[in-house]
Every structure is written in C-alpha cells, then in structure tokens.
C-alpha cells in the first residue's frame, strides 16, 4: 500500500470521526460516540499529516483543506464573537458566551474536510 493510499483511506477515516463527534455534541452522548469518534479523527489527521506529500495530488487536497480550515478559523474566532455581542446589544441583553468553543473547533475541522472532499471532488489541481 502506499503512502497516497493511505491519505485517502485516512480522510475517510477521518470524517468518520468528526461525523461521530458533532453527533455525540447534538446527541450530548459524548462517552459513547465522542471519544471513539475523536480516536478516529485523531488517528486519520495523524495519517493524512504523515502522508501529505505523497504525491502533488495529496499535497494539494492536503493544501485546499488547510486553507478553507484557516479561513473558518479566522471567521469563527473573530465573526461569531462579533455577531453574538451585536445581538447581545440589539436586543439589549447580556446572555453571556452562549457560542461554545468546542462547537467552533468542530466547525473548522469540518472546514477543512469540505474542502479536501471538495478538491477531491472536482478533481482540479
């Protein structure tokens, strides 16, 4: 098997993972489904990590994902603490941090697996 195998095979094992964590967030079963689905998603970023350059091709899903995740991470991080504030002071109300942060953490990794299932998708380099 080689390397690029394993970065595909590693990416689906990684959404797999992350499928399982934001179900265990909604579903509040986080024992049950939260920490095998971070096992998987821990284990399929280490392997697509290690895998990157396999080839220009993984390099370059690898690159498309990380870039979409930085960009979600710089809209979430400054965006969704501006937004609520807003609404916080149009409806006059101080409800306090209602965004948590493992809901943004989960945002940007699923950021960055659209965007490489995306790249993968239309196949462009």
Same mark, same amino acid.
Request: charged share 10%; no cysteine.
């Given at each position: 098997? %080689?390397?690029? %195998?394993? &970065?595909?095979?590693? *990416?689906? #094992?990684?959404?797999?993972?992350?499928?399982?964590?934001? #179900?265990?967030? *909604?579903? /509040?079963?986080?024992?049950?489904?939260?920490?095998?689905?971070? #096992?998987?998603?821990?284990?399929? *970023? &280490?392997?697509?990590?290690? #895998?990157?350059?396999a080839d220009e091709y993984t390099l370059g899903l690898w690159n498309a994902g990380a870039s979409v995740a930085f960009g979600t991470m710089l809209?979430? &991080?400054?965006?969704?603490? &501006?937004?609520?504030?807003?609404?916080?002071?149009?409806?006059? *109300?101080?409800?306090?941090?209602?965004?948590?942060? /493992?809901?943004?953490?989960?945002?940007?990794?699923?950021?960055?697996?659209?965007?490489?299932?995306?790249?993968?998708?239309?196949?462009?380099?």
């Amino acid at each position: 098997m %080689n390397k690029a %195998n394993i &970065f595909m095979g590693a *990416s689906w #094992t990684g959404l797999a993972g992350l499928l399982l964590v934001g #179900t265990a967030q *909604s579903a /509040d079963a986080w024992g049950m489904l939260g920490m095998p689905g971070t #096992t998987l998603l821990m284990i399929g *970023s &280490f392997a697509m990590l290690a #895998t990157r350059k396999a080839d220009e091709y993984t390099l370059g899903l690898w690159n498309a994902g990380a870039s979409v995740a930085f960009g979600t991470m710089l809209i979430t &991080f400054l965006g969704l603490a &501006f937004v609520e504030g807003f609404i916080d002071g149009l409806t006059d *109300s101080d409800s306090g941090r209602t965004i948590l942060a /493992d809901t943004v953490l989960v945002l940007q990794i699923a950021a960055f697996y659209i965007g490489l299932f995306i790249k993968r998708l239309l196949g462009d380099m």
